[in-house]
Structures are given as structure tokens and as C-alpha cells.
T-cell receptor, first 111, second 116 residues
């Protein structure tokens, strides 16, 4: 079993839809949870960063962490064609621990 | 701020030759840099962690003699793929850690290596 599981998609939604992206993990020691966005042939860029359980909102993006279920989510409201990218979850045990990435979910938002 | 560059962005080399990839933090000093490898539609796999002035720490299964990492300064790390083979063809991405309380890695744009 992989430490971090993420459905690779592809996921296609119409513009304006609410998008839900998810990851599950097996290591209960993970404390730091990140979501990265990666455009084709580019490096990942950090979208959201959450410590432990709870919700965090930033504009149209909301990150949720449920440590009891070992499940994290990223919601994108009012999705735009410019949101089309691959979204990778990543997590680590401590502030200086290595990041373990999910496989990434390819998202396409159609105008 | 927190910009990381990589050079070259794309390189094609012949089997048996060596290729050097540079990773630079442009507007901050990075004590720690990381090198990842990413296959198409696959996750980023950490290859090694590099601290300025010391030897890199390689992940299990990564050949240190094949993937030479040098972190000579707080703004530059290099990855040299020695005696490259077609199976080394991949997307190589570096990241740099900003040491200022919260830990974040800022990623470079990646280098596409093709070995013919």
C-alpha cells in the first residue's frame, strides 16, 4: 500500500462547478498537509498548507484535513478554465521532514 | 519572492554521456535543497536531500554514484546524471527550503532530460 493515495483522474468539470479533490494516507504520524498545483511541464506551486486537522480557506480554495479518517480534501469553488492543472497532495511528519506526494489528479475545467 | 530556477529546462543527450542540471534560489538563501524525479502522470519521487556544505542524503534505491549532487553555496545545487541511459529520461525537479519558521519548499520549473 502506498503511503499516500490519490485518484489520478482525469477529472473534467464545467466552468463554475465545485471541484473536490481528495487524498488518503496510511501514516498516522503525518502532521503537515499541502496541496500543490502543477501546470504541464512546470514545477509544482504551493496552494494550501495545513497543520493537523481542520479547515483552511483561501479565496476559492478550501483545504480540509480529517486525521481520524486519514483523509484530506481540496475544494475549488467557482472553478475556472485557468484552474486546469494537476493537483498534488503532499504531507510530512514534521516541519523539516521529507514530503510524500500523492500521484496527482489531472483536472480540466471546460468553458 | 521565493523564486527557484533550473537550467537547462530541456536537454537531450546521448547514452553514456553525463548531464549537469543547475538549481538556483534567486532571491533567498536555501540551506536545504531537494531533488525529485517525476515520470509522466506519476508522483514526485524524492531522490536526495542536499544541505549546503555537506554530502547529500540519498533516498533508498537512488544510486549516489550515478546521480551526483553538489550544494556548493546557499543559492546553488547541481545534479549530475553520470553515464546516462535511456531509462534515466525523466522530468527532474529541484526545490529549495526557506528556513523561516513555517517550512515550505519552493519548486523549480523542472528539467526534461531525454537520453537517446
Amino acid at each position: 500500500q502506498k503511503e499516500v493515495e490519490q485518484d489520478p483522474g482525469p477529472l473534467s468539470v464545467p466552468e463554475g462547478a465545485i471541484v473536490s479533490l481528495n487524498c488518503t494516507y496510511s501514516n498516522s504520524a503525518f502532521q503537515y498537509f499541502m496541496w500543490y498545483r502543477q501546470y504541464s511541464r512546470k514545477g509544482p506551486e504551493l496552494l494550501m498548507y495545513t497543520y493537523s486537522s481542520g479547515n483552511k480557506e483561501d479565496g476559492r480554495f478550501t483545504a480540509q484535513v480529517d486525521k481520524s479518517s486519514k483523509y484530506i480534501s481540496l475544494f475549488i469553488r467557482d472553478s475556472q478554465p485557468s484552474d486546469s492543472a494537476t493537483y498534488l497532495c503532499a504531507m510530512s511528519e514534521n516541519l523539516r521532514g521529507k514530503l510524500i506526494f500523492g500521484q496527482g489528479t489531472e483536472l480540466s475545467v471546460k468553458p | 519572492g521565493a523564486v527557484v530556477s533550473q537550467h537547462p529546462s530541456r536537454v537531450i543527450c546521448k547514452s553514456g554521456t553525463s548531464v549537469k542540471i543547475e538549481c538556483r534560489s534567486l532571491d533567498f538563501q536555501a540551506t536545504t535543497m531537494f531533488w525529485y524525479r517525476q515520470f509522466p502522470k506519476k508522483s514526485l519521487m524524492l531522490m536526495a536531500t542536499s544541505n549546503e556544505g555537506s554530502k547529500a542524503t540519498y533516498e533508498q534505491g537512488v544510486e549516489k554514484d550515478k546521480f551526483l549532487i553538489n550544494h556548493a553555496s546557499l543559492t546553488l545545487s547541481t545534479l549530475t546524471v553520470t553515464s546516462a541511459h535511456p531509462e534515466d529520461s525523466s522530468f527532474y525537479i529541484c526545490s529549495a527550503a526557506v528556513l523561516a519558521g513555517a517550512y515550505e519548499q519552493y519548486f523549480g520549473p523542472g528539467t526534461r532530460l531525454t537520453v537517446t
